[in-house]
């Protein structure tokens, strides 16, 4: 504030004119207060992507009222079985991040990052509210899947050449020809996982040459090794 109401003067004595301005600067500490709330972009909101979930204010003092909710529970009181304790947000109230701006104003922070979603992390309210400046702002994780099974259930006869399992793939960045595979799940882990075949549309599949029995099943879409569609049950009579 050492700046605010400083004259300048620009002057030519050759010319005998000059100009004149006045420097007024708004206080931020004074009347403003912002509270911050981040999360999965557009670009990132993909059971499998990952991003940070922040809640910040901005404000004339520390605040330490500050907090973030995830489906009504404080942070640093989640379940033992909830999806989020993979944000690393902090187990104790009194670490929040909290540092000093240019304006002499103090931004507390409540910082985490979450390194892939899963559908657990789906449907989650989040709420950063602050009791000292009575204010509050709040976000609902949506995700969407990357992609998923044109049908959930396929039934083929015995000794087909024309059984196909098929995803469609809903991510809409760059996709190589070889990053999508169908793997048959085994005890809850997707095994013998082939290269899944590149049709239009989006779709791949993965066709039998001669189906039996014994490729009844449930199987799964991997994109680039890490994330999995829902799976998809083959039943063969």
Known sequence: MQHDRTDFLCYSAKYERGRYFWIKIKDRQANQTNIHIR????SEAYVGAGSSVTC?????NVDDS???????????????????????LSTI????????ERNGT???????????FTREHNDTFILCRSQQYGKSASMFIDLKEVMEPVNDHVTC?????????????IY???VSDVSVRIC?????????????MKKPGGIYKKRFKRVTIKNSGDYVCEFYREIYSRPMTLTVT
């Open 93 to 100: 109230p009194t670490t929040k991040s909290v540092r000093q």
């Open 157 to 169: 006869k015995r000794g087909s050449r024309k059984c196909d399992l098929k995803c469609k793939m």
């Open 66 to 88: 500050f907090t973030m909710f995830i489906n009504n529970s404080t942070y640093y009181n989640l379940s033992s079985n909830s999806p989020w304790l993979a944000a690393n």
């Open 39 to 42: 999360g999965p972009k557009p």
């Open 184 to 196: 048959r799940m085994k005890d809850g882990v997707p095994v013998n996982c082939k290269v899944a």
């Open 106 to 116: 103090y931004t507390t922070a409540i910082e985490g990052f979450v390194d892939y």
């Open 56 to 60: 910040a204010i901005n404000a004339a």
């Open 172 to 174: 809409d960045g760059d």
